[in-house]
């Protein structure tokens, strides 16, 4: 059984360009949040997705855009890139079915912004 | 003042020693969570607390929720046990967003 799996691991990219992060969740998850983690610094959240809405948001600005499918993977979209948009991208999923079910983490997406 | 505070910041341990990390946060939760954090990045779930005490295998966290803290323990500590471990709270049960301490980055010298 796949965990959480981040596309893709490392990426490049110039300022003002923009980026798409892929996150498919556990199998049998339909959450999935995302979090930004600045070098040295703890996870901030961004947002969560569930039944393919949005259902929480972090302190983000509208830049910041996800998706959810119907098969409950995840997209986050960043647009405009700021250097301090580099960080570590990462992706969790749980079950709202299961309240009180662990929730796993992917090995998340390096984005760095030149 | 962060809502989720952890101490120490960072611990140096030799192998063998019993490792306590704590955690204490202001607002109400429904559920603590302990991780672990390796150099790579991936975040590894070690406990889900609500009351009480959990154990796996060297690992024991307890939470008091009318304190508002919690600790983490490992026993026999080892040099793969080295890695940044991160307590979070989240405010509803099972899928909710979650709030982050700093984290604690133990370094276990053989």
């Known amino acids: 059984d796949a965990g959480v799996t981040q596309s893709p691991t490392h990426l490049i990219k110039t300022r003002g360009q923009q980026v798409t992060l892929r996150c498919s969740p556990k199998?049998?998850?339909?959450?999935v949040s995302w979090y930004q983690q600045a070098l040295g610094q703890e996870p901030q959240f961004i947002f969560q997705?569930?039944?393919?809405?949005?259902?929480q948001r972090g302190n983000f600005p509208d830049r910041f855009s996800g998706h959810q499918f119907p098969n409950y993977s995840s997209e986050l979209n960043v647009n405009a890139l700021l250097l301090g948009d580099s960080a570590l991208y990462l992706c969790?999923?749980?079950?709202?079915?299961?309240?009180?079910?662990?929730?796993?983490f992917g090995e998340g997406s390096w984005l760095t912004v030149v | 003042k962060n809502e989720v505070e952890q101490s120490p910041q960072n611990l140096t341990a030799q192998e063998g020693e019993f490792i306590t990390i704590n955690c204490s946060y202001s607002?109400?939760?429904?559920?603590l969570h302990w991780l672990q954090q390796h150099p790579g990045g991936g975040i590894v779930s070690l406990f889900m607390?609500?009351?009480g005490k959990k154990k796996h295998g060297r690992l024991i966290a307890t939470i008091n929720i009318q304190e508002k803290h919690s600790s983490l323990h490992i026993t026999a500590s080892h040099p793969r046990d080295s890695a940044v471990y991160i307590c979070?709270?989240?405010?509803?049960?099972?899928?909710?967003?979650?709030?982050f301490g700093k984290g604690t980055k133990l370094t276990v010298n053989p």
């Open positions: 969790a999923s749980s079950s709202v079915d299961r309240a009180g079910n662990t929730i796993y």
């Open positions: 199998s049998g998850h339909d959450t």
């Open positions: 997705y569930y039944e393919e809405e949005e259902r």
């Open positions: 607002v109400g939760i429904s559920a």
């Open positions: 607390l609500s009351s």
């Open positions: 979070a709270v989240g405010s509803q049960g099972g899928s909710e967003k979650l709030v």
